[in-house]
C-alpha cells in the first residue's frame, strides 16, 4: 500500500510547533505499522485489538493533555494532533483513546480525591486498568438528565440501581464512571469498580459500526459503593464537562477519518484506468476530490483555531460542538463520496472508505448527535433554547 500522504493545501503545517509536529509524526508512524495492517481484520471480526493497549499507552496517548501520575502533560492541540491520527486508522481505536483519557481518566483527575488520583490514574495511563463511562440510558439518550439511574446514600456506602446503554469499553473495563441521581434527584458521578457485586455488562451484539470497538450495556443491582469513589461534582456540568474533552478530541478525529478516505479514493483515481484514462483525469472525478479537499482544508483551519483557544484556556462548548457537528457529518460526506469513486471496490474491508463510513455513522450520533449540536450552536446565536 502506498505511504499516506497528508492534505496540507494551506500550509497549515508551518503553523505547528516542532513538538507538535513531532507528536502527530511518532503517532503517525504508529497507527501505519501497528493499526492499519491489521484493523480491517479485526473490524471483520467484531473484535476490539486489545493487543494495541500497551503501545498505545507507551505513546502517552491515555490522558495524554492530564498533569502528573504518570500522565504526560500535553497540550489541548498536540492531545488533538495524537486523535486526528488514530482515527485516521479507526474510529472505533480512537474511541477506546477518547473513552480512557477524557471521558474516565479526567473526571478522577479533575473531581477526585487524592487517592482516587493515586490509586486509579497510574495504572489507567499504562492502559493497565481501562475504564467506560456511563451516562446515556436506553431511555435517555439526548436528554441525559431524565436519567433513572439512583445513588442511594447508605451509612458510609452509596447503593446503584439501574442500567446504561450503549457503553463503550463496558465489557473491557475495570472501572465505569457512573453517572446517577441521588436521592434530592441531583446528578453525581461515582468511580464504580466492575468486580463489585451486582454490577454486570452485556456486549452489544451485530454491529454495522465501529465494529473494532467494545459497546455493552451495564446493569446495576444493589452495587455497593464505597462514599470515598463519589467526584466531588454535582449537576450535568459533570458529565459535560468531560464531554467538553472527548468532543473536542473527536473533532480532530474526523480530520483524520477523512484525510484517510481521501488518500485512499485519490490514489485509486489516479491508477484505475477506466475508458483508457484514469478516473482522475475525468472532470467529474476531479471536482468531486477538488471538494473534499475544499472541505478539509476549512476542516483544519477551524480545528487549529479551536485548539489555540484550548491551549489558551479560552475553548467555549458552543465552539467545541460546531466543530464536532461540522467535522463529523463533512467526514461522513466526505466518506460516502470516496466510497463512490472506489466503485465496486470500495464495500470491501480491503479497502479503508467503507469503514471508515460506516464507524463515521456512530460518530456522528454519539457524544451529542449532529441535531443537538446543531441546537447548541442555535442556542448561542439566538439565545434560545430548543431543546425542548
Ligand atoms: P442544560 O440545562 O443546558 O445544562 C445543565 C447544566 O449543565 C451545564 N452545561 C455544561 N457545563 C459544561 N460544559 C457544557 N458543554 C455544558 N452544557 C451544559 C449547564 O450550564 C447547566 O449547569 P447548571 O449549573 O445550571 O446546572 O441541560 P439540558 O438537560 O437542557 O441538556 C442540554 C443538551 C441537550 C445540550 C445536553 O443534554 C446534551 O449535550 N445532550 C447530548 C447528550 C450527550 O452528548 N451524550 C453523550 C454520552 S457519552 C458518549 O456518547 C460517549 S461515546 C464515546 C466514544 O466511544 O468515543
Ligand atoms: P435519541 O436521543 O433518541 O435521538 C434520536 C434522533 O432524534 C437523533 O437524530 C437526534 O438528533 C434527534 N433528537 C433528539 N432530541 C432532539 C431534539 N430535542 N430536537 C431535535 N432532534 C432531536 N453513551 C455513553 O454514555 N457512554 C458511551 O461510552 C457511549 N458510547 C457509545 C458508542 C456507540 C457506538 C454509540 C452508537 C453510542 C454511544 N453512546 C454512549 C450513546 C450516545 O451518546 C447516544 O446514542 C447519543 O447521545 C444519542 O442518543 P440516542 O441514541 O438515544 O438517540
Not at 17 to 27: A, G, K, S
Not at 187 to 201: C, H, Q
Not at 228 to 257: D, E, Y
Request: net charge neutral; aromatic share 8%.
Amino acid at each position: 500500500m502506498k505511504a499516506f500522504e497528508e492534505l496540507d493545501l494551506m500550509n497549515l503545517d508551518a503553523s505547528l510547533t516542532e513538538q507538535e509536529r513531532m507528536i502527530r509524526n511518532t503517532v503517525r508512524t504508529f497507527v501505519d505499522k501497528e493499526i492499519i495492517p491489521v484493523i480491517g481484520e479485526f473490524y471483520d471480526r467484531g473484535e476490539f485489538p486489545k493487543s494495541l493497549i500497551p503501545g498505545l499507552a507507551k505513546l502517552g496517548v491515555l490522558g495524554a493533555s492530564l498533569e502528573g501520575y504518570g500522565c504526560a502533560g500535553m497540550s489541548p492541540t498536540e492531545y488533538g494532533l495524537i486523535m486526528q491520527e488514530i482515527e485516521r486508522g479507526d474510529s472505533g481505536i480512537r474511541s477506546f483513546a477518547s473513552v480512557q483519557g477524557a471521558l474516565c481518566m479526567y473526571p478522577i483527575h479533575a473531581y477526585g480525591s487524592e487517592d482516587l488520583k493515586k490509586s486509579y490514574l497510574p495504572k489507567m495511563a499504562t492502559g493497565e486498568w481501562i475504564g467506560c463511562f456511563g451516562l446515556t440510558e436506553a431511555d435517555f439518550g439526548s436528554n441525559p438528565g431524565g436519567m433513572r439511574t439512583t445513588a442511594k446514600i447508605q451509612g458510609d456506602h452509596y447503593i446503584l440501581n439501574g442500567s446504561k446503554m450503549w457503553i463503550t469499553n463496558g465489557n473491557l473495563a475495570k472501572l465505569a464512571i457512573v453517572w446517577a441521581k441521588d436521592e434530592s434527584g441531583a446528578i453525581m458521578g461515582l468511580v464504580v469498580d466492575t468486580d463489585l457485586p451486582g454490577f454486570s455488562a452485556r456486549v452489544i451484539e451485530k454491529k454495522f459500526s465501529l465494529r473494532a470497538s467494545v459497546t455493552s450495556e451495564l446493569f446495576f443491582d444493589d452495587v455497593k459503593v464505597p462514599g470515598t469513589h463519589v467526584l466531588n461534582i454535582k449537576g450535568l456540568k459533570g458529565p459535560f464537562s468531560c464531554l467538553n474533552q472527548a468532543r473536542f478530541g473527536i473533532a480532530w478525529g474526523a480530520i483524520g477519518a477523512a484525510q484517510a478516505c481521501f488518500d485512499e479514493a485519490l490514489n485509486y483515481a489516479k491508477t484505475r484506468i477506466q475508458f483508457d484514462k484514469p478516473l482522475a483525469a475525468y472532470q467529474l472525478v476531479q471536482a468531486k476530490l477538488a471538494n473534499i479537499a475544499t472541505e478539509i482544508t476549512k476542516m483544519q483551519w477551524m480545528t487549529l483555531q479551536l485548539g489555540r483557544l484550548k491551549d489558551a484556556g479560552l475553548a467555549q462548548p458552543h465552539q467545541i460542538s460546531l466543530c464536532k457537528m461540522n467535522n463529523v457529518s463533512t467526514a461522513l460526506d466526505i466518506a460516502r463520496t470516496c466510497r463512490d469513486i472506489l466503485g465496486a471496490s470500495g464495500i470491501t474491508y480491503e479497502y479503508q472508505v467503507g469503514r471508515h463510513m460506516l464507524n463515521l455513522e456512530s460518530v456522528n450520533t454519539y457524544e451529542g448527535t449532529e441535531d443537538i449540536h446543531r441546537l447548541i450552536v442555535g442556542e448561542k446565536i439566538t439565545g434560545i433554547s430548543a431543546y425542548r
